[in-house]
């Protein structure tokens, strides 16, 4: 199982897709260590500049339907490559979600007023408790959320994702 | 309590319920394309795990890039083909019979009721329209569907979308789930199921259906689904007629995978399209919709038709409807790519490609292209595209560029005057 929690970026928009978190010119690399210079490449938002912004960075925080559109997988394995294997939002699109479980990461649901209270603070850095299903934002200020894991999502991160779980079990 | 079709395919293909609200299921086809297999076949390999769960159950094909654009896209064509010759893939579709996978395989009769499919393909929900369960996954999944024939979804609610009236002319199933999907928004059907039915859909043909199932992802939807009727047993029957002793028969069989009329479902909602008007979109989501006529004078600098959504033979006649003794305006450039060899075969004998030729139009092999910016026909920082596909995300078709999502009769039309603007008035 990974190691999760660090220092952590806000992005304060819905909507985020995967167009932006890396765009599909890129999508000829065989290596996913390969996508690691196009993180977040085409995403537009006041004040992130994505060769700087993300330094140091192991955790995400951002608002609905984060990972939106195509299906691709290097818009997990660019962020996995790059250190972060934390998402936090109030919601994601589907097949970005299952994506970061079946890489062994996590994608964690937190309600609507969670999220604003991390905004809030402008939190640096969120400290992640898997047992406990808990998350501890500092900024200017401290805010604890719970979590809630899917069992089967849990059982995901645990194995290191859905390939050894499957092979395992099937 | 009655079942819906994707609460009966589910039962039909469950293979364990991992926890509560969490279905393994047995994969009934997998299909594979060249950008997002060969990562998942050298993982496979790495891991001494080069398998396959059933070759005659896997369906392969290079489509996004092809011919290959540089070194790199021509090493991914090498190893999905290598692999589907190393494990006897025998529907493996590569160069000279090759097209956009969402067109192919239908044409193929690969797909029927009641089965399940995935791919590693967002637009995969394509499928449903013959009432099937078919989504797109990720390299993980895929692999995992490659090696194990299985897959995991969290059991999806369903959205009943009824549509009702009549369709006017030049307004087409594009039209109806820009529509859909603007009322949605790109997150109302996250996790669930958008089934589309009533009399509107019982006249469509399968294209049409296709176009609608195709763009259910970009309201968030696992999938799209159609009932399957007769006109499912039409489209099918040269692959399904030793199978049934007469289409009555086979359209009697097919029944069983439809919604009970007691099913439950998440949310309810009727669409009413006697007097919708061609839509379009003008933002960067795919739920910014406008009725045509309020973008009417945008200058296009590009006009595409094809893709998964809309480049098969009934979007192409549509298309040349209008286009036949035209021209398109002067500085606009026309690409059309039929989406498949039989679409442009058809086409030409139908003498469609004469005409977008004799229009001004580039006529380019059957790939997904330009579609998401990764060849023929990028856009330049800047410039505008009226496009028949269907995502207009920032960058989609080529950094700086914008999209403006649209049927094909609508795309024909900004082609002829250089700008938005409603076809039925041309």
Redesign the interface.
Do not use: H, M
């Given at each position: 199982m990974k190691e999760f929690g660090g220092a952590c970026v806000l992005l304060d928009r819905s909507?985020i897709?995967t167009?932006?978190i890396i765009?599909?010119?890129y999508?000829?690399?065989?290596?996913?260590l390969a996508l690691k210079p196009y993180i977040l490449e085409?995403l537009?938002l006041n004040g992130f500049n994505p060769k700087t912004s993300l330094e140091g960075a192991r955790v995400i925080v951002t608002r609905?339907?984060f990972g939106?559109?195509?299906?691709?997988?290097h818009a997990?394995w660019v962020f996995e490559v790059n250190n972060i294997n934390v998402v936090i939002a109030e919601?994601?699109?589907?097949?970005f979600r299952?994506?970061t479980f079946?890489?062994g990461m996590l994608a964690i649901e937190l309600p609507k007023e969670d999220i604003e209270a991390i905004f809030a603070i402008e939190a640096k850095e969120i400290k992640v408790d898997l047992k406990g299903q808990e998350i501890t934002a500092l900024g200017n200020g401290k805010h604890r959320a719970a979590f809630t894991l899917?069992?089967?999502d849990q059982?995901l991160v645990m194995a290191g994702?859905?390939?050894p779980y499957?092979?395992q079990?099937? | 309590m009655g079942k819906t079709i994707t609460e009966k395919i589910f039962a039909a293909h469950l293979r364990d319920t991992p926890s509560a609200g969490n279905a393994i299921l047995d994969i009934d086809v997998v299909m594979c394309h060249e950008i997002t297999t060969p990562i998942a076949i050298n993982d496979l390999m790495e891991r001494g795990m080069d398998r396959v769960f059933n070759a005659d159950r896997i369906k392969a094909v290079i489509d996004h890039v092809t011919p290959a654009k540089d070194s790199k896209t021509a090493l991914q064509g090498k190893i999905i083909r290598e692999w589907a010759h190393r494990h006897k893939i025998k529907d493996f579709f590569d160069i000279g019979a090759n097209g956009v996978c969402h067109a192919i395989f239908p044409e193929k009769g690969f797909i029927r009721p009641g089965n399940t499919v995935i791919m590693g393909d967002s637009h995969t929900c394509t499928h449903g329209a013959f009432g099937a369960f078919s989504a797109g996954i990720g390299t993980t999944d895929l692999e995992v569907g490659i090696l194990k024939g299985v897959c995991s979804f969290r059991t999806p609610e369903t959205i009943k979308i009824t549509i009702n009236g009549t369709l006017p002319d030049g307004v087409f199933a594009k039209d109806i789930i820009l529509s859909i999907i603007k009322r949605l928004t790109v997150k109302g059907a996250t996790d669930k199921i958008m089934e589309f039915s009533g009399p509107v859909v019982d006249k469509m043909d399968m294209a049409a259906r296709m176009t609608m199932c195709n763009m259910a992802i970009e309201a968030g939807a696992t999938c799209g689904v159609c009932l399957p009727d007769m006109v499912t047993v039409d489209f099918l029957w040269p692959f399904i007629k030793d199978d049934y002793a007469s289409r009555e028969e086979a359209a009697a069989d097919f029944k069983k995978w439809h919604s009970d009329p007691d099913a439950d479902y998440a949310e309810e909602l009727t669409f009413e399209v006697s007097s919708l008007s061609p839509q379009v979109t003008y933002g960067y989501k795919p739920d910014e919709v406008k009725d045509i006529a309020e973008m009417s004078g945008t200058a296009v600098d590009q006009v595409y038709i094809g893709s998964c959504t809309n480049g098969r033979i009934e979007d192409l006649r549509v298309a040349a409807s209008i286009l036949k003794g035209r021209k398109i305006a002067a500085g606009v450039r026309g690409i059309v790519s039929p989406a498949t060899p039989k679409t442009y075969s058809m086409a030409l004998e139908e003498g469609l490609i004469k005409i977008f030729m004799e229009a001004g139009f580039c006529v380019t092999n059957p790939t997904c292209g330009a579609c998401l910016g990764m060849s023929n026909g990028v856009l330049a920082e800047g410039e505008v595209c009226a496009s028949t596909t269907n995502r207009n995300f920032n960058g989609r078709m080529g950094k700086g560029g914008m999209v403006h999502l649209m049927s094909p009769l609508s795309a024909a039309a900004a082609a002829i005057k250089g700008v938005i603007n409603d076809p039925r008035e041309l």
């Open positions: 909507d897709n167009d932006e765009p599909a010119k999508l000829t690399e065989n290596s996913k085409d537009k609905q339907n939106c559109g195509s299906s691709r997988e997990v919601s994601f699109a589907r097949i299952q994506n079946n890489c899917n069992p089967f059982e994702g859905w390939l499957a092979d079990k099937y | -």
